[in-house]
């Protein structure tokens, strides 16, 4: 039988949740608390939430300090909110690349399009600066047909996962891909949101 992930609190809303769904934070030999999104660092991990509010929470409150019991380094607020921010960027990125290189993603407009009219689409990701006619005409087949989109980076960086250039669509087939796919953009977007609040 399969262990069930052990569950822990976030040092920011104190809930309590499966470790698999929190983020995972740890001590360097020198004592700086640092982020392990990919839950492999060695030693002790401390979590909280994947939310701003959550994390800006725990590092006001000092919280780290508590849960390793001692003196925890950590950056200024922001400046570990842009890194964690950067960090998930880069596991959607590489989560996206290994979906192309599996041949589960199409990207540009004709090829989403006719995808989706294929229902052949799970997840969409639209470009953060896709024009607002562009994204209604998307949207429009994507809510009629259930498929989820996400928006994610802009248009000059979308394509650079797959090795192109310029793109303001992407779609990725129905499968193990666009499940973690999903997970990954998941927790980009929650991340964002707790520090719009
Ligand atoms: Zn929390």
Sequence with gaps: MAKADPQRSCLGCREVKPKGELLRFVLDPAGNVVPDLAKKLPGRGAYTCYRHSCLETALKKRQFSRSFKGEAKTPRVD??????????????????ALANKAGRVVSGSDKVMD???????????????????????????????GVESYRF????RL?????????????????????????ELTRYGNFFEGGAE
């Design 79 to 96: 400046e570990m909110l842009e890194l964690v921010t950067g960090l998930q960027e880069e596991r959607v990125v590489a989560t996206m």
């Design 115 to 145: 995808a989706l009219r294929k229902g052949n689409v799970a997840l969409l990701i639209l470009a953060e600066d896709i024009s607002d006619e562009s994204a209604a005409k998307f949207l429009a087949i994507a809510g009629k047909t």
């Design 153 to 156: 980076l802009f248009k000059e």
């Design 159 to 183: 394509g650079s996962p797959l090795g192109k250039d310029i793109r303001s669509v992407v779609a990725v087939e129905p499968g193990p891909f666009a499940d973690s796919l999903r997970r």
